[in-house]
């Protein structure tokens, strides 16, 4: 049996024929394993849809309760047969509920990662090696430019601009999901206990993360607080925000941002960003590499992002690697500014 008689790419994304799935489709379909909820993985519409229970839950809480025809959960470490093929779900260490998908049948084991990152994180279960045959990795940060660094060191910079500008409110602007809740523990292990304060369309997913026992301290909604309050206070809100008219209820704001998109320094200035923060929830350069190489897979199948630079690596590390270019996974997507809960 071949890779392509277990998995193969459709235009509505990775299908598995032996089990009439497919995997994070860009379409709706009639059965779906989805491996984290960002919206470009995660979409509503579907007949049938297996993911973790966070996965599942957070979906509810962004498309509403219908948004497939059932749902099953699904345990990390479960194995579930489908037709011709049993699959298997592994932790991703990308948010919240995230992971990888084994497909197995007739002996061979093809892992499709979703997003990925193998760096601690207090927010989500760490990500677990699946050696394999076949590896589908994101391609997201794929280029040697793109080297993270450790996220303490820059919640550290973030700090010392709170202690250095003590009348001024610091706005980080971070996905919803995952990102933004990710930023609030870093806070704490830093050792900041005042409260952190959140844009409205922060708090659902925020309350949802804190149900599934992630600790995040004292937090207060923005739309409770007079501006003179939040002179020295840092306030996590969508990227979205930091150039909305929201902001002018904040004494002098000084805008950070927190994506792995902060080590292009031309990218911040473009976006107005004064304090950027290098915190990705995708593994960066090194991380990729040496996931893929850890899989023990020979075959590489590269999907999400700088799809070239890492086909070629892998082609001069002596393993066959191909692109998917499959349309429709990018950034995950920003909650609207002008969230109902600040109107």
């Given amino acids: 049996m071949r890779p392509e008689d277990i998995l193969v790419p459709t235009p509505a994304g990775v299908c598995c024929k032996l089990g009439a799935f497919h995997i994070d489709p860009t379409r709706p379909v009639e059965r779906a394993l989805i491996t984290h909820a960002h919206s ?17 839950d957070l979906m509810r809480l962004r498309y509403g309760e219908n948004f497939a025809g059932t749902t099953q959960a699904a345990a990390y470490g479960e194995s579930v047969a489908l037709g011709g093929a049993k699959v ?21 084991r093809v892992v499709a990662s979703g997003d990925y990152k193998n760096v601690a994180d207090p ?35 973030l700090l010392r601009s709170v202690a250095l500008f003590p009348e001024r409110a610091h706005l980080v602007g971070a996905y919803s999901l995952g990102k933004a809740q990710r930023v609030i523990a870093l806070l704490r292990q830093a050792g900041y206990d005042a409260p952190v304060y959140l844009h409205g ?12 026992g992630i600790a995040l301290g004292e937090l207060r909604l923005v739309s409770g607080a007079t501006k003179p309050n939040l002179a020295g206070t ?14 002018r209820r904040f004494p002098d704001p000084l805008a950070a941002f927190a994506s792995g998109w902060m080590r292009v320094r031309a990218r911040a200035r473009q976006q107005g960003v004064a304090l950027p923060l290098v915190i990705s929830d995708h593994a960066d350069w090194d991380g990729l590499t040496a996931t893929i190489a850890a899989t023990g897979a020979g075959e590489i199948w590269v999907t999400h992002g700088q799809e070239d630079a890492l086909v070629h690596w892998c082609g001069t590390h002596g393993l066959k690697a191909r692109p998917l270019d499959i349309v429709g996974y990018g950034d995950e997507d920003d909650e609207p500014a002008s969230g109902e809960a600040e109107a």
């Fill in 201 to 212: 369309a922060m708090e659902k997913i925020t309350r949802y993360y804190e149900s599934r």
């Fill in 40 to 56: 470009d993985h995660a979409r509503a519409g579907h007949g049938a849809v297996l993911a973790t229970q966070e996965t599942l």
């Fill in 88 to 108: 298997t779900f592994h932790p991703a260490g990308h948010v919240l509920g995230s992971a990888q998908i084994a497909v197995e049948a007739s002996g061979l």
């Fill in 234 to 247: 840092i306030t996590i809100c969508p990227p979205s925000a930091l150039n909305d008219l929201w902001t």
């Fill in 123 to 157: 927010t989500c279960v760490p990500f677990e090696l699946v050696p394999c045959d076949v590896f589908i990795t994101e391609a997201t940060f794929a280029l040697p430019v793109f080297r993270h660094g450790e996220p303490g060191g820059e919640i550290a910079k």
